[in-house]
């Protein structure tokens, strides 16, 4: 889990996700740098904002926190907590739960 001295809380709508590592190595056992590695989409709920209410119905998380989840690739802000990158996602982001 993560340990930070910030705290972070979404707003309605979104939630901050801690990204998994990216794959340092290919399956053929290439070590790939950095600046080539993949970014993954996916990972750790860390919070769940409050759930949107619109006009003619409400939107709230399918998810909750604690659960790994898959969103999409482009998605969300990049965000950096005490040296920790993680991700701001709005809700309709995430795409699936991992179990």
Known sequence: ?????AS?????GYALIEPE???GITASGILLPDTAQEKPAQGK????GALVKHSSYEEKAA???GDTVLYKKWGGDEIKIDGNELKLVKFEDVMAIIE
């Open 1 to 5: 889990m993560l340990k930070t001295k």
């Open 8 to 12: 972070i809380k979404p707003l309605a």
């Open 63 to 65: 998810f909750k926190t």
């Open 21 to 23: 590592e990216a794959e």
């Open 45 to 48: 709920v860390l919070a769940v």
